[in-house]
């Protein structure tokens, strides 16, 4: 659960929500009329179709139930709460995307959205009326009157059901629960305006394939909830079954069907897209206070936050206009305390973007030396392969010669780190990190978590073993213990299922190197700005300690990113084929950030050397810095 005494949570977030709830219940009379509109359409008697249309909003009855749906709404939007995020997860293989969705608390979200799509489509139905209002109708027989099932109402209660399934589970799949913080801030009426068209259009062009599907499904299967209500409720079957081939071609159910399913996604939508537009909007922090106990609000602290993403995200998405657009408080930033004269907020600033860039160059160097080191190694053991003859089997003990280790990924459901499980990561780090992770485990699995070949002897396995298990060095008589033995889950890991399962999705190592690349292309784009301001507005120098310090660490990172476009596994050097599997792993528009990113950095160094100009060949900087820095201000890069 998310803190709610942090200041942030307390004082904004929920202002900001609330704030999107309650639009999108006022929004909701608005669909709803249309789609009652639509429902009651008569073309052949337009002024009957007006009135009906008139008698059905301002009756009791549809006033009752627009209220139930928009209480439906408020609820559905109030859940978008528990399980947003700022940065996407990327997930290693295909069981950890499954695990994402079924994992208990995420299980329980889409069963809660089942639910409550039953409960609006069952609200939709009494809005329709006639055979479509309830599940019990009175039916005409030759012994008289009886009461009958009105199978329309339960088509449509079980479709918005199945609806309900299918949003819970594309919430997790395309991350829709992922907040998107847009390139051009716009005001909120135009961003909905723009949204609202776009919306109608893709709900009622993917409802209409989805229920193409459910279909096919009540088809098959609609047999066991109709035949459990009549003998539970002691009903009579109605005279005309939906789930036959005559009943599945009634055009009125298709169509009350299909405008239900797009009212459906498009209300949902539109609380989603409300609630991301609310809480992405630029917050203003403030840059110092006279306050202690209101430090926490700063821009600095803010800048640092560790417990609530979102606000780091806010703060450097203001750090960022407020270097690039607003020249009062670029001044306040420029500004020496008092008493003492010192640049404290130039230099809590600073500071902070330096670090926010810096850790992105040491995950890339680090990335380039693993992927190096790693394909050495890889040579080294091809070559020396074929002179091993004594490796590990799983049912002798030992492998034969040429024979190479079972590639086993990460524990399913974690998040993935580049590196964890990488094809090219050395020995040394590899066991570094499985002993961080997982613990104490015995070391058969901690071989076996290895994707990479290795050539042991039996000695130093059993060495290891002996080290790591002492229950079987202690009793060598009796057989390991079941959940010890990693016979089992070798043999499991080489089923076809589960090899399919647990093989590695491609780019998912450079994915997860640049899931938050958003916050180092606002920390470039404000010390650039910073910078290239300063040279007419900095009255007092502060800037100028600075700059050899911001100079290094983007040329630095402007020398990690092209070394990282070069390695054999970046985008720059993959097929357009190798990208098919690709549609298998969640989608996310953070894959495109790393191109954004190379180019940010570029434009950066630019803006800089095209205000300084010849100046900055007295910027001190390591040889290598300086010959990038004079391409830059040769304008060879």
């Not at 089997?393 to 280790?405: F, I, L, Q, T």
């Amino acid at each position: 659960m998310r803190q709610i005494n942090h200041w942030y949570m307390r004082d904004v977030f929920c202002w900001r929500t609330g704030a999107s709830v309650a639009w999108s219940v006022l929004l909701q009379p608005v669909a709803v009329s249309l789609y009652l509109l639509l429902i009651t359409a008569n073309l052949l008697h337009p002024y009957q179709w007006i009135t009906d249309w008139l008698g059905v909003i301002f009756s009791l009855k549809g006033i009752g139930y627009s209220c139930l749906l928009g209480l439906v709404i408020c609820i559905q939007a109030c859940s978008n709460v528990v399980f947003y995020q700022v940065k996407p997860v990327v997930h290693l293989n295909r069981l950890s995307i499954i695990w994402n969705v079924i994992c208990p608390s995420r299980f329980l979200y889409i069963v809660f959205h089942v639910v409550l799509a039953g409960f609006f489509a069952s609200c939709c139905t009494g809005l329709i009326g006639g055979q479509y209002g309830t599940l019990v109708t009175i039916c005409e027989e030759e012994e008289g009157f009886k009461e009958c099932l009105a199978e329309e109402h339960l088509f449509l209660v079980l479709y918005g059901m199945y609806m309900g399934v299918l949003y819970g589970v594309n919430y997790f799949l395309q991350g829709s629960n992922c907040f998107e913080f847009p390139a051009i801030q716009q005001l909120k009426f135009f961003q909905v305006k723009g949204y609202l068209s776009w919306s109608l259009y893709n709900s009622a062009l993917g409802t209409l394939k989805t229920t193409a599907y459910f279909y096919l499904i009540y088809f098959i299967f609609g047999t066991i909830p109709k035949t459990w209500l009549l003998y539970n409720l002691d009903l009579h079957p109605p005279q005309l079954a939906v789930n036959s081939l005559r009943g599945l071609f009634n055009l009125h159910l298709f169509w009350s069907t299909w405008l239900t399913g797009t009212l459906l996604y498009h209300v949902w939508g539109l609380s989603l897209f409300l609630f991301k537009i609310f809480n992405t909007e630029v917050y203003r922090f403030a840059i110092e206070t006279s306050f202690t106990e209101a430090s926490d609000t700063c821009l600095y602290k803010a800048l640092g936050e560790k417990q609530q993403p979102l606000v780091q995200y806010l703060a450097f998405q203001d750090v960022a206009a407020l270097a690039e657009y607003s020249d009062g408080r670029r001044k306040e930033v420029y500004s020496l305390s008092q008493p003492g004269g010192h640049p404290n907020n130039w230099n809590r600033i600073c500071t902070e973007c330096l670090a926010m860039i810096e850790s992105l160059t040491s995950r890339l160097m680090t990335h380039e030396e693993m992927v190096t080191n790693g394909m050495a190694q890889n040579k080294r053991a091809s070559s020396e392969g074929d002179k091993s003859d004594v490796q590990l089997d799983p049912k002798r003990g030992y492998m034969a010669a040429g024979e190479s280790e079972p590639y086993i990924p990460a524990p399913v459901g974690t998040p993935y780190s580049p590196y964890t499980s990488s094809v090219f990561e050395t020995p040394t780090a590899r066991q570094r990190h499985l002993d961080s992770t997982l613990g104490q485990q015995p070391a058969e699995l901690s071989w076996a978590a290895s994707p990479s070949v290795h050539h042991r002897s039996h000695a130093r396995l059993r060495e290891e073993k002996e080290k790591q298990t002492p229950y079987q060095s202690r009793y060598p008589s009796r057989p390991a213990p079941f959940w010890a033995n990693w016979h089992l889950e070798y043999r499991i890991k080489q089923w076809r299922v589960m090899e399919y399962l647990l093989k590695p999705l491609p780019e998912a190592v450079n994915r997860s190197l640049f899931t938050d690349a958003q916050l180092h292309i606002w920390a470039l784009e404000a010390l650039s700005s910073f910078v290239a301001a300063s040279y007419h507005e900095d009255t007092y120098g502060v800037v100028q300690g600075s700059l050899s310090d911001i100079m290094t660490t983007m040329l630095a990172l402007q020398i990690a990113v092209d070394k990282h476009f070069k390695l054999p596994t970046s985008v720059s050097k993959k097929n357009l084929s190798d990208f098919r599997p690709l549609k298998a792993a969640p989608v996310h528009p953070d894959d495109g950030l790393r191109l954004d990113l190379k180019s940010t950095v570029k434009t950066s160094l630019h803006r800089v050397v095209a205000t300084f100009g010849p100046n900055l060949r007295n910027v001190s900087a390591a040889p290598e810095y300086k010959r990038r820095l004079l391409d830059f201000m040769e304008y060879k890069q």
